[in-house]
């Protein structure tokens, strides 16, 4: 059934009013006519079933019926990746989306070679990815931030994937150590991705002495930013992600 992400609260009788091109995609892609049914979340509320009550010269109603699923939530991952060429800064957005992280911070480093990015469009395909998947909630994007403020303002508590070009511990091995706090797995976590260029010595240096790091290599091969970002969180996430169980974050 097609899925809708929408801002508005979901209740019994809802009238809700999706966007010009939301309303497009339901009555001219997808065809949609009065008493059509679909599936509406907006991350808050769950998803619930909803009818299509009335077709307008711009724009649809839709009436929420009844919730299908309770809210729940992923692990508290986010995914920090320096600011790449677009299409694979969109790519990436994509994938983290699919993926499961919660959100996606773009930083820049010493080497960022930095094209202009588009919030607008990035979280367009946030919320498509999130549609598609069957998720009941839409990761935050984040406009591009330096990295150092980044680590400057870092939350207590969350640990760090950092992804060293230089050499690190396999990824699995290293998840499945304790913490260094003595915490459980459940705790937040963050994955960092590089620039094409790599992280300054510097930067390096500065990532591997931070307390709350754990260094991974992505094997032998140099791998495109993109390209990391998917094998890294698919790592995480068969190490100490949600693949293998229920995960309720509320």
């Not at 010595?201 to 990532?207: I, K, M």
Request: hydrophobic share 40%.
């Amino acid at each position: 059934m097609i899925r809708l992400h929408v801002p508005q609260t979901l209740f019994p009788g809802a009238a809700l009013a999706p966007t010009l091109d939301q309303s497009r995609y339901l009555t001219q892609v997808m065809r949609l006519k009065a008493g059509d049914l679909l599936l509406v979340f907006n991350g808050v509320d769950g998803e619930w079933r909803c009818v299509v009550a009335e077709v307008l010269k711009k724009g649809v109603i839709l009436k929420a019926e009844d919730q299908v699923r309770p809210q729940t939530h992923g692990p508290d991952l986010e995914l920090i990746v320096a600011v790449v060429k677009k299409a694979r800064v969109e790519t990436i957005v994509e994938k983290a989306a699919e993926l499961g992280a919660k959100r996606v911070r773009l930083a820049i480093t010493q080497r960022t070679n930095a094209e202009r990015i588009r919030l607008d469009r990035l979280d367009a395909i946030a919320e498509e990815a999130a549609e598609q998947t069957g998720r009941l909630d839409v990761p935050v994007i984040d406009e591009p931030v330096k990295l150092e403020a980044i680590l400057d303002t870092w939350e207590d508590g969350r640990r760090l994937m950092f992804c060293d070009e230089t050499g690190g511990a396999p990824p699995v091995r290293a998840l499945a150590s304790p913490s260094p706090s003595g915490e459980g797995e459940r705790k937040p976590w963050s994955i960092l991705i590089g620039p094409e260029g790599g992280f300054s010595p510097e930067e390096g240096e500065r990532l591997r002495a931070l307390s709350f790091t754990t260094a991974v290599s992505l094997g032998p091969r140099i791998l495109r930013a993109d390209t990391a970002a998917i094998a890294a969180m698919t790592l995480w996430q068969a190490a100490v992600g949600d693949w293998d169980r229920g995960y309720d974050r509320d």
